[in-house]
């Protein structure tokens, strides 16, 4: 009578345990985290664009390209659901996979047995014996001579009866675990960036001597003086602002920042990213009239950030009509303004007061003084500046990563794994005194001629001329 075999199915546990404990599955797993982070640097991330509407900006700055790169998330791959998704499942992997291996082989190397029979020492990669039958052979003192020079090249030792076991270099066998410790740090450093207050990158811009609260940090940033230099042709040389740190309303770090020489406090870390065009901050300047031989008609104040609607100069009353912070002439010579800021101020004033009939329109441009010297031959009143106050704009990287430790503490032990994976050896030598023969029988997990080099100089140095034979085919 035949039995029936019935096949038990798997539960979706066990389902899941073979599918993560499998290293196809992790090569699979290693391929997609490679390959997406190719994909992602093909393209700048969201965090270093120069806008806050990636979902504008991409398609205008790379057209369709940059169309599907932010539709498929690769703009900010690395805090993307999928990329996450492909982080924790190598996690569970090397989880799974160590535990898979790490605890039988625990388990086995706390049995190793001290007494093993002469004829499985036989078999072992190394091996070789003494024998009684040669009268200068004293098996007994030989075992003893051997123990004790093993021991002076800090084999442990255990004996019982006839028998010994030597063992050197067991955290070899744990190398690629402690790699996967370290693995997973990586991983756990990477993904704290999902935790709110560990993760923060952005710019700011500070004038000079203007203070700025860093943001997500509990200090300001004060920019007490930038400085630039550039090479002949234009391009930027050099650059350092010197900064303060203040505190609770108290000045607590003076500190020259550079390229690649960061501000770092309170866990934030600001790099000198930029360096602004000189902008124009304020100005004081006196108004003459030209018709009245140059007569100086009054002074006035202006602050090219946030400037008057109207401004009364002695009898006159001066009322902006345009201004263009940072002026240009585009189609048709029509006039301008490429931006917000300062940099090229130009202003459009109407001057009413004493003899005036008719509507005056009178041009400004301070920061082109020879096209204002053309300007005033053809207008009434002159605006002659008396102080000009100019600022250099540092732009800082301002960024705050608490998983960056994690990370390079997950790379040393990587390292230390690395190390000990590939320069230490596991090595074990078995010896048993039976019927006046000494058997010995080492083994090896990696550099068979190192362990057999130095087992001939532990019977060199006992005056033993024995060799160790080399089985390739040895069992552990």
């Given amino acids: 009578m035949q039995q029936q075999v019935v096949e038990r199915s798997l539960s979706i546990p066990e389902r899941l345990w073979l599918f993560f404990v499998s290293v196809k599955t992790a090569i699979v797993l290693i391929a997609l ?121 800090r084999y442990r030792i255990k004996q019982e009866g006839q028998a010994f076991f030597a063992e050197k270099g067991r955290i070899a066998r744990f190398g690629p675990y402690i790699i996967h410790i370290g693995l997973l740090l990586i991983v ?15 710019d700011i811009l500070v004038d000079e001597g203007q203070t700025v609260q860093v943001p997500h940090s509990d200090f300001s940033i004060r920019n007490d003086q930038a400085h630039e230099e550039d090479y002949t042709d234009g391009r930027p040389k050099f650059y350092q ?22 501000l770092k406090y309170h866990g934030m870390i ?3 990213s930029a360096m602004l065009p000189v902008q124009f901050q304020g100005m004081d ?16 104040h202006m602050d090219f950030n946030d400037p008057q609607q109207v401004y009364h100069v002695g009898a006159y009353q001066l009322t902006v009509l345009n201004y263009f912070p940072d002026f240009q002439f585009v189609q048709n010579n029509q006039p301008s303004s490429k931006s917000s800021t300062p940099y090229n101020p130009a202003l459009i004033f109407k001057i009413e007061g004493p003899g005036i009939t008719s509507d005056i329109k009178e041009w400004f441009v301070p920061s082109a003084p020879f096209l204002q010297a053309e300007l005033a031959k053809s207008q009434r009143f002159n605006f002659q500046p008396d102080q000009v106050n100019l600022a250099q704009t540092t732009g800082f990287r301002v960024q705050k990563d608490f998983g960056i430790p994690i990370v390079y503490g997950g790379c040393a032990i990587v390292v230390l794994g690395l190390v000990i994976t590939f320069y230490i050896q596991h090595r074990t030598l078995w010896g048993n005194l039976s019927e006046g023969v000494l058997h010995l029988g080492g083994q090896t997990n990696k550099n068979w001629y190192g362990f057999q080099q130095e087992l001939q100089r532990v019977l060199a140095s006992n005056q033993l001329n024995q060799k160790f034979i080399r089985n390739k085919g040895g069992t552990a």
């Fill in 33 to 153: 985290i490679a390959g997406s982070s190719i994909l992602g640097s093909l393209i700048p991330q969201e965090g270093a664009i120069p806008s806050q509407q990636p979902a504008q900006f991409y398609p205008a700055a790379y057209g369709t390209y940059g169309k599907i790169m932010y539709a498929l998330g690769l703009t900010h791959m690395y805090t993307s659901t999928w990329f996450i998704a492909l982080l924790l499942a190598i996690s569970v992997n090397l989880i799974v996979c160590s535990w898979e291996r790490l605890v039988p082989l625990y388990k086995s190397l706390q049995k190793q047995p001290t007494v093993v029979q002469a004829f499985l020492l036989k078999h072992r990669g190394l091996y070789t014996s003494f024998s009684a039958d040669n009268p200068s052979a004293d098996t007994a003192h030989i075992r003893e001579q051997i123990i004790s020079s093993l021991g002076k090249r």
């Fill in 241 to 262: 602002t010197q900064a303060t740190v203040i505190y609770k309303g108290q000045q607590v770090l003076h500190k020259p920042i550079t390229v690649n020489h960061p």
């Fill in 270 to 272: 600001l790099f000198q």
């Fill in 188 to 202: 756990a450093g990477c993904l704290t960036r999902l935790i709110p207050g560990f993760y923060y990158t952005g």
């Fill in 285 to 300: 300047l006196s108004i003459v009239d030209q018709q009245a031989n140059n007569a100086k008609v009054g002074s006035l």
